[in-house]
C-alpha cells in the first residue's frame, strides 16, 4: 500500500516568513495530493491540492509543487501569519475504482510566532 | 450550504461495550467516509460507503462495521470496544465523481476506559 513521510514534525516561524512542509510517498500510481489544516478539536478542512497532470498550484498565500519523478511534494506558505499556526497534514490517493482513500503524513505542528 | 456534521462530540465507553457514532454529510454529497485519527497521528481510512454499500475498507477488523442511509447520512458501529479504540473518529463526505477530494467533520471523540 501507500506510505506517505511528512517532514518536519514541528515547525516554528517568525509572522511574515515563508514555511515549508515536505512530503514523500511510495505508490507511483497515486495521482491526487491534498494539503489539510486541523485547528485544535476541529476536523481536517481541505486548503489546496494537485492532481499529478500539474507541476505547481498556488491560491494566494499558499501553494504546492509536485514532483513525480521523485515523488515528493511540497507545500508552501508565504507572509505567514498567527492563524495559519495549526497542525497541517498532507496526503495521497492513487484514484482508480474503488474508495479511492487518502493516505496521510503524520503531520506538521507549524507556530506562527508574533 | 451545511457542512458535514457528526455526533455526539464526545463519547466515554468501558471496554467490551459497542458505540455507535452518527454522520450527515454535507449537503449534496453522495458518498460517506470514516477515518480514525489517534492522537499526535493522522487520519487512518476505516471504509467508505456509497449507495448505502461498503464501497472499500481498510486495515481495520470486522467489529468495525457501518451503514449509510439513504439520506446519505451515516453511521459508524464498534463492537467489543478495546482501549487502543480511544481516538478522534472522522467522517468525511464527498462527491461519487471526486471521492478522493474529502470534507471532513469535526469528529467524534472516543475515550475507552
Known amino acids: 500500500g501507500e506510505n506517505v513521510e511528512q517532514h518536519p514534525s514541528t515547525l516554528s516561524v517568525q509572522e511574515g516568513d515563508s514555511a515549508v512542509i515536505k512530503c514523500t510517498y511510495s505508490d507511483s500510481a497515486s495521482n491526487y495530493f491534498p494539503w489539510y489544516k486541523q485547528e485544535l478539536g476541529k476536523g481536517p478542512q481541505l486548503i489546496i491540492d494537485?492532481?499529478?497532470?500539474?507541476g505547481e498550484k498556488k491560491d494566494q498565500r499558499i501553494a504546492v509543487t509536485l514532483n513525480k519523478t521523485a515523488k515528493h511534494f511540497s507545500l508552501h506558505i508565504t507572509e505567514t501569519q498567527p492563524e495559519d499556526s495549526a497542525v497541517y497534514f498532507c496526503a495521497a490517493s492513487s484514484g482508480g475504482t474503488g474508495a479511492n482513500n487518502l493516505f496521510f503524513g503524520t503531520g506538521t505542528r507549524l507556530t506562527v510566532i508574533p | 450550504e451545511t457542512g458535514v456534521t457528526q455526533s455526539p462530540t464526545h463519547l466515554i465507553k468501558t471496554r467490551g461495550q459497542q458505540v455507535t457514532l452518527r454522520c450527515s454529510s454535507q449537503?449534496?454529497?453522495?458518498?460517506v467516509s470514516w477515518y480514525q485519527q489517534a492522537l499526535g497521528q493522522g487520519p487512518q481510512f476505516i471504509f467508505q460507503y456509497y449507495r448505502e454499500e461498503e464501497n472499500g475498507r481498510g486495515n481495520f477488523p470486522p467489529r468495525f462495521s457501518g451503514l449509510q442511509f439513504p439520506n446519505y447520512s451515516s453511521e459508524l458501529n464498534v463492537n467489543a470496544l478495546e482501549l487502543d479504540d480511544s481516538a478522534l473518529y472522522l467522517c468525511a463526505s464527498s462527491l461519487q465523481g471526486a471521492r478522493e477530494k474529502l470534507f471532513f467533520g469535526s469528529g467524534t471523540q472516543l475515550s475507552v476506559l
Open positions: 449537503s449534496g454529497h453522495n458518498t
Open positions: 494537485i492532481r499529478s497532470n500539474v
